[in-house]
Structure formats: C-alpha cells, structure tokens
C-alpha cells in the first residue's frame, strides 16, 4: 500500500512510519520543519507540509492508499488539532484516500461506572492533560459529523509510552480497555502494529476503536 503520516516524527507517528516500513508499504513520511528530517527512517520519502492547511492535504494523498493522522499541538495550541482535522477530513475525501486518526481517549466510557467518560475520571486523566483531552472529544466529534471521508478514528488507552513491540492488544470500541488490574495502557509500537493492522484489514470504517494490553 501507499501510506502517507502526518506528524511522522512524533512518538507515534515515528513508530506508525517504522511499522509500515517493517511491512514493506511505500510511506510518505510528513513533518513541517524539515530539519526533523533525520529522525526518520531514510526509506521513507520525506516531505514537507501542515496538515492545517487542505492544499497541502491534497497533494500530499492524492494516489496514496491510506492517510494516518498522528499529530498532537504543543501544550498551549491544542485547538490547532480541530484546524487540522478538518483539513485532513476535507482533504482525504477530495484526494480519495482513507484516513486514519489517532485521537484520544477522553470519551470512552470507563467500564463499571455506569458510562463516565475517561475525561471525567481523574484515575485515567491527570489535570495537566485536560486541555489536549477537550480538543480530542472535539476532534472525534469532527470526524462523526462528517459525511464525506472514509475515516476511522483509534483511541488510545488511559496509558500509551514507549516500550516494546511484542505484536499482541486487545481490542474495543467505546469503552476503555482494562486489564484485570484496572490499567489501560499499551506501548507506542503496539498501538502503531494495531494501526497498521486495521490499514491493511479494515474492522472501522467511519466508527471508532480502541486498544490495550
């Protein structure tokens, strides 16, 4: 397949752009300041362009098989991430490309509760992570409401850090997923497998899931 990353040297992104490298696709790694060029992988094709803005959108999908979303704004610029949403979700529907966003957890429902959100659960969102959190609820808002482009939106768990890639998770929609001991959490290269799992075999078209160990 033909897979473009936006926000390709970022934690995720970095590893979504590995992922599908170690899988033999063509990948069209994206970041806006070209100097973080040498952070990527020297398979990809690297390229230059913001995601905010649907010109660069469309250039940089047109052909390509899958679009991957994985970028997150600095603390400070977080309503950036609805700019750019939009953009990708207008731009993917005219170039013709699936696109796949990895969002936030903020609005799974927490099991046992009787339907709390995780962005109302301070045991799965610490305070300084609010802001970031009400911006992926709008966010995934953007992507329900859109009738245009063939979207599918991952949630991540309570936890996602670096770790190891050991190709295992499981698997939910809309509530959080929790181990026997109450923790969400999944590594950044297992999210990017699971990522690269629903590109290749598609389980969500226009809905949303999650993951976790």
Known sequence: MRITVFGAAGSVGSQAVAEALRRGHEVTAVVRDPARFRELPAA??????????????????????????????????????????????????????????????????????????????????????????????????????????DWTYLSPPALLAPGQRTGRYRIGEDELVVDTEGRSRISVEDLAVALLDEAERPRHRRSRFTVAY
């Open 44 to 149: 990809a094709d690297m390229r230059t362009g913001d995601a905010v803005r649907v010109e660069d959108v469309i250039a940089l999908t047109r052909g390509q098989d899958v679009v991957i979303s994985s970028i997150r704004p600095a603390s400070g610029r977080e309503r950036e991430l609805l700019t750019a949403t939009s953009a990708l979700l207008s731009g993917v529907a005219r170039a013709g490309s699936r696109l796949l966003v990895v969002g936030g957890a903020a609005t799974l429902t927490v099991p046992g509760t009787g339907g709390t959100l995780v962005l109302d659960d301070a045991r799965f969102l610490p305070a300084d992570y609010r802001e970031i959190a009400l911006a992926c609820a709008e966010q995934f808002e953007l992507c329900r409401r859109d009738g245009e482009a």
